[in-house]
Every structure is written in C-alpha cells, then in structure tokens.
Nanobody
Framework: QVELVESGGGLVQAGGSLRLSCAASGIIFSINAVGWYRQAPGKQRELVAQVMSGATTTYADSVRGRFTISRDNPKNTVYLQMNSLKPEDTAVYYC?????????WGQGTQVTVSS
C-alpha cells in the first residue's frame, strides 16, 4: 500500500521560511517524479515544483528563486524548502507521485503566511 505523508506546514510571517517534507512508503521516490502542489481557497490546485527521477527540477514562475525541491533517497523523502514566503503562498500543500499506472497524493499540510 502506497502512502505519502506531508509535514512541516504552519503559520509564518511574510518573509519567513518553512520546509515541507513528504515521506513515502510502498513506493520508491528515486525512480519516480515527485511534485509539490498547492491549493488555495477558491482556486484550482497548481503545480509548485517537481523533481524528476533523474533529479531535474522544475518550478512554477511564482516560486522560482524562492522555493527549492530536493530528495533524500535513503529516507525516501522529498522536501520543499520555502523561503521569502508571501501571503499569496498561503494554501494547502500536497505531494504527489505516480507509479504502476496510478497517481498517489498525500493528505496535505496547511501553510499560512501572514502579512
């Protein structure tokens, strides 16, 4: 059974930092692409950052230069380091991976940035 568990969300002031973690069981992150998505109230879920199996990373324009996605293969965990946070970064953040023809999502972690 595949399970993704996010952690690290919270309340932070604008300009602050948070590091989100996504720990996986039942699937090997290192051979799959892993993405961080976010969904703000009343908005569609959007891709924030993605790390491919070959370690190539991509970022949404809105977070490029502020967020960094990374992977710790021995821990089977993917991180999202978020710096210079803005109120518009407030959302529920989810990690997602695909394998065996399925998409797997975590339960989400709330990030709230106060102005």
């Amino acid at each position: 059974q595949v399970e993704l568990v996010e952690s690290g969300g919270g309340l932070v002031q604008a300009g602050g930092s948070l590091r989100l973690s996504c720990a996986a069981s039942g699937i090997i992150f290192s051979i799959n692409a892993v993405g961080w998505y976010r969904q703000a109230p009343g908005k569609q879920r959007e891709l924030v950052a993605q790390v491919m199996s070959g370690a190539t990373t991509t970022y949404a324009d809105s977070v490029r230069g502020r967020f960094t996605i990374s992977r710790d293969n021995p821990k089977n965990t993917v991180y999202l380091q978020m710096n210079s946070l803005k109120p518009e970064d407030t959302a529920v953040y989810y990690c997602k991976t695909c394998g065996r023809g399925y998409a797997y999502w975590g339960q989400g972690t709330q990030v709230t940035v106060s102005s």
